[in-house]
């Protein structure tokens, strides 16, 4: 869609058209080109088009307003982001306190993911000009579901909250929430406020940080045997999704710890145990985005007798007992 503005101390309508480009290769529809109607305020114009990518990567979209007798000719851009769709569709939702001031039909508060503009509150999403408030928003009140899928990138993203008007304002954002396929890729209760003067941002990541094995264990029974006591037992954990690099964190159990540095979607650690008893081991592995954290455990059982001393796990076979943070 496009919007055209007069800003001018007696405001028209702008007439006329708008043409649309694109740096990659997609199609509009019905046409490239759509006429401007009168929009819901007395210096507004709109009209819009339909975009249907045919590859993936950054589509730029351009569209240039030609003018007409009253408006000089103007133009703007925004940055598509194609790929293919894996899953279902990325939501984004949170709670929103005392947005509803705008200026000059801009509202004070715009998200946006990977620089992108998500939504502009409370001018963009309820179509208003000019400046005033928009008596709706002046308590907490819930956004959303938006559908950012086509912003989001494999590995890590970025959402921020910003106010773009230099003027005093102040609102309040929390229960910042990114989900998709059911998984939620962010979730921050605590509420941030926001001005002219102070933004926020927060790092994701698509899909999200999973464990998916860990190892040893037989997958028949659980059960891996130890010849004795002070031999070596390498653990090693098995993971998808988050954003690198990764760093795993194995706790023994017995006194002892290992840091390792993930490769290829997995860490090892290796330890030796001196003493019987049972030991729920631990492993957590840490991304780079803000919710980039699962734990995984191991139990191991070890004996005085070497033909009895087993390793198995606390969960049935192939369960991981896992969780983000």
């Known amino acids: 869609m496009a919007r055209v503005f007069d800003t001018s101390s007696t405001p028209t309508n702008p007439t006329g058209s708008v043409a649309f480009t694109t740096n990659s290769t997609g199609e509009f529809g019905p046409s490239a080109t759509c006429t401007l109607v009168s929009g819901n305020g007395p210096n507004m114009a709109t009209c819009s088009v339909s975009y249907t990518p045919k590859v993936t990567g950054k589509h730029l979209i351009s569209g240039a307003y030609g003018g007409d007798s009253s408006h000089e000719t103007s133009s703007g851009s925004f940055t598509l982001n194609v790929r293919i769709q894996r899953g279902g569709p990325v939501l984004l939702t949170f709670n929103g306190f005392e947005l509803d001031d705008f200026d000059n039909g801009v509202g004070q508060l715009q998200v946006l993911v990977n620089g992108q503009l998500v939504v502009d509150i409370p001018a963009g999403l309820n179509h208003l000009t000019g400046s005033g408030d928009f008596d709706a928003y002046d308590t907490n009140v819930f956004f959303g579901p938006f559908d950012i899928t086509s912003f989001v990138v494999p590995g890590r993203n970025s959402i921020r909250f910003t106010d773009p008007n230099p003027f005093d304002h102040f609102g309040i954002v929390s229960n910042v929430t990114i989900v998709q396929d059911g ?143």
């Open 183 to 325: 998984s939620a890729l962010l979730h921050v209760s605590r509420g941030r406020g926001v001005d002219h003067s102070f933004s926020f941002s927060y790092t994701f990541s698509s899909p999200a940080l999973t464990l998916t094995s860990f190892a040893p264990f037989d997958s028949a029974n659980n059960v891996v045997s130890v010849a004795s006591l002070n031999q070596p037992l390498t653990f090693t954990v098995a993971y998808n999704g988050g954003a690198g690099p990764f760093i795993c964190f194995f706790s023994f159990r017995d006194g002892d710890f290992a840091v390792v540095v993930g490769s290829n979607g997995t860490c090892a650690a290796t330890h030796a145990y001196d003493s019987s008893g049972k030991f729920n081991v631990t492993v957590t592995v840490r991304g780079m985005s803000m919710q980039d954290l699962v734990r995984g455990q191991f139990r191991v059982v070890v004996t005085s007798d070497p033909s009895s001393t087993v390793v198995s796990s606390s969960a049935q076979t192939g369960d991981i007992v896992s969780q983000t943070s």
